[in-house]
């Protein structure tokens, strides 16, 4: 029931979740001090978390592997393959002294003592699940390439596989069992230490994260496991926030940390509805009920909606994971999260085209903004290709600027023919020029500090901006003679409703 192949390998014991190879099941191996590290997926989680690795421990080594050549070289050379603020400099400074990116992925499960594996984990788009189970098949093929490679050339010492990929609660007993049923010569014990980072901030989060978790099995062997981990993060990580768990609540604890963030954005983007049409203002309510401790103000943000590779995905495999274990009122509680970030995200786009006098066609509409959220990127999930593809639809003309996301990026996201008609700008004033109206997607900081006049001076009249993430100055905006639109704000004069 769990993703796509789990079931039939699931023994659901937990005292099991390790294979002994040639040792007694009691027997606790011995780990290396200071031990080697490797990671399977070079990518948002794998690339930052092993170079944070590698700057706080420099007498580890640390190895990162992919599949994908061309990303491996790219973490090899001066540009990067993804964007995160100070990535860069922890990269330059321990590239080559302990951390090392490389496609040999043999030679690193063989070397090293600890393999994280932080391969993609996406929602699955055919058969039993499809839409909302977790596709563990890249999980999958890592596992049993860790077990044929121990299996056939390993040298026989223990090893510690780690899962960093979100994966649904039980993954842990579904890689034992792949690993017991196609490697007898290893001891190795796995562990779950889900990634909490956030893009944009991955850096900070990694150096300072809230907590580390690390979940194992509930024997001494699963517990010299878990210390030997523990004890990497601890170099720079206070101990008490070093969590140690059981599997199955470190597996559980990631999907509920995401679900939680992203039911807060959904519950306040609620409100914002409400406060358009009411004349309250969501970022006195966000602030007024934040203060309240119990609450808290973080993720009170009301927005176009959520985006990024998680939030959805992970929230879906929790509502898959629930329905399967038959609890479908939980299922569905959770499943409204998702419905909300839809909504909103179909409301800005039809509210533009509503407050346009109900046609876009032939209008050309500045989309400023395009990765999920700002300093990133990544435009997985980003809710600024479907106000893209509503609006394209409705015949508009679409121009686009986005200080970090590629046209490359772009044209995958969108695809040959709505790229045709569209405009990709590397400066915002062009970008602008001539539309009729402007949505901000995205946050960048850049945009607070636009000349709105000259933006204004340039443009159609009557001059439209959406504002899906509140940085436009609106009163500003108003004064020059802009009909703006916020999220969660009365809009135009909306105030006299
Ligand atoms: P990603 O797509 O950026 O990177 C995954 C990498 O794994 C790819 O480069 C892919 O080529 C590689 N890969 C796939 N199969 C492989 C194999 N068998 N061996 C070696 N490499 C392989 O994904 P990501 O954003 O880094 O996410 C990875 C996991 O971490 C997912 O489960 C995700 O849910 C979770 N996560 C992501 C974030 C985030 O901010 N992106 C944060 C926390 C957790
Ligand atoms: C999120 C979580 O914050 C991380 O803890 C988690 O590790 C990660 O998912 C993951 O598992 O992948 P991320 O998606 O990178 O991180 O970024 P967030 O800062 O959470 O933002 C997600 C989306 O929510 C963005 O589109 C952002 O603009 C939006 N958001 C965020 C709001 O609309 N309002 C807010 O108040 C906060």
Redesign the pocket.
Known sequence: VIGDWSSDVCSSDLRGVASTGTMAPEEVPKYPDPVKICC???????GPTMSVISKMCPDIKVTV????ER?IAAWNSANLPIYEPGLQEVVEEARGRNLFFSTD?DAAIRECTIIFV????PTKKTGIGAGEAADLT?WE??AR?IAHVCNTTGDGSPKIIVE????PVKTADAMASVMAASCTTTNFQVLSN??????GT?MDDLFKPDRVLVGGAETPAGHAAVQCLANVYRRWVPTAQVLTTNLWSAELSKLTANAFLAQRISSINSISALCEVTGANVNEVAHAIGVDTRIGSKFLKASVGFG???FQ??ILNLVYLCRSFGLPEVAEYWNQVIVMNDWQKTRFAQNMVSSMFNTVSGKKIAILGFAFKKDTG?TRETPAIDVCNKLLEENAVLSVFDPKVTREQMYLDLGKEKMDKMQIEDDPYLCCAGAHAIAVMTEWDVFKKLDLQKIYDAMQKPAFIFDGRDVIDHETARKIGFEVWAVGKSSFNAGAK
């Open positions: 399977l997926g070079a990518g948002y989680v794998g592997c992919d599949l994908n990303r992925i932080s391969v993609n984990t890249y093929l890592a390439r960093k990929s979100t994966v889900p990634e909490f980072l956030a893009e991955a990024g590779s998680c995905k992970d990544d």
